[in-house]
């Protein structure tokens, strides 16, 4: 709950019907220090996983001297090859630098898709939840005719439309998982809508912009913080599959979705070549979901209390 909520939540009537402060309780914050994140295994070690993913993304292509794209005459090197550790790839070229290389376009794609969803869905749920009646009905029936398509197919739509390319990868994914997470915000939002502390506000005159930002939405950005991280594991997963169909991120780029379609064709003679791009995606994945649970085990007032 915010300050306003808690103040009412902190206040008892005392002898004589006035009111008295009760002790307060711990705040969401000190709660969530209380409980703590990554405290089983699998969290921590999606925790562990997701950071060096990032940090290999990020300064990953600095430490590698080798071209990801240049082509040479030594194709097809197996691992521990002098001046190639995991080998090289049916046009000579490097396969660690091309699996290094290849992790920030689809972390680009990944959170950039998913903070676009997490915007327009949390601000289409947002005003929903909070207005009810006609603009509630309407916001949602959009929304549902959204999810009446398998999201798939709404992406590969969206895609083919706009063109492959980063740009139109990031706005197909972006908008094809905006109704889920509009979904859950409207829900939130309409609960939080309801209580003392947003009525208090409104017969007070504040204005409903700043009600939804300063009122509802840090009520109910815990479940929804959740849900954005395990969002992103389906973004990268959408990512990684339009690439691989040749819908997302265009070569020479390395991208790990492109790298499983390309080394298919050796799947048997140089399995590493599907299986390495192919286990990163899976292992981003998981790690995302475990993280995501442990943040909504970790954010929820209910089981922190």
Same mark, same amino acid.
């Given at each position: 709950m915010s300050d306003h909520a808690g103040a009412h939540a902190g206040a008892v009537t005392g002898p004589g019907g006035g009111t008295t402060a009760a002790p307060a309780g711990p705040g969401r914050l000190a709660r969530l220090r209380q409980r703590? &994140?990554?405290?089983?295994?699998? $969290?921590?070690?999606s925790w562990v996983f997701l950071v060096a993913i990032v940090l290999v993304a990020l300064v990953g292509p600095l430490l590698i001297s080798a071209d990801p794209v240049r082509q040479t005459s030594s194709?097809?090197?197996?691992?521990g090859s002098p001046g190639h550790l995991l080998g090289t790839d049916d046009l000579g070229r490097d396969e660690l630098a091309r699996l290094v290389h290849g992790a920030r376009p689809l972390l680009f794609v990944a959170f950039a898709s998913t903070a676009l969803a997490a915007v327009l869905g949390t601000g289409i749920g947002l005003l929903a939840g909070y207005a009810g009646g006609v603009v509630e009905q309407?916001?949602?029936?959009?929304v549902d005719l959204a999810?009446?398509?398998?999201?798939?197919?709404?992406? &590969?739509?969206?895609?083919?439309? $706009?063109?492959p390319g980063t740009t139109s990868l990031v706005i197909g994914v972006g908008v094809s998982l905006a109704p889920g997470l509009a979904r859950l915000a409207r829900a939130l939002a309409a609960r939080e809508t309801a209580r003392d502390y947003v009525v208090a506000a409104r017969l007070g005159g504040t204005r409903t912009p700043r009600i939804l930002a300063q009122e509802i939405l840090p009520n109910i950005a815990g479940p929804l913080v959740a849900q954005v991280v395990m969002t992103l594991s389906v973004a990268a997963g959408f990512a990684a599959g339009l690439s691989y169909l040749g819908l997302g991120i265009q070569p020479p780029t390395p991208d790990w979705g492109y790298m499983v379609q390309a080394g298919q064709e050796f799947l048997y003679s140089a399995p590493r070549l599907v299986v390495l791009p192919a286990a990163l995606t899976l292992l981003f994945v998981v790690a995302c979901n475990f993280v995501g649970d442990d943040l909504?085990?970790?954010l929820d007032p209910k089981g922190s209390a």
């Open positions: 703590g &994140i990554g405290t089983s295994w699998p $969290a921590l070690v194709a097809m090197l197996p691992f309407v916001l949602m029936r959009a999810l009446a398509f398998p999201s798939i197919l709404l992406v &590969i739509l969206l895609v083919a439309a $706009a063109g909504r085990d970790a």
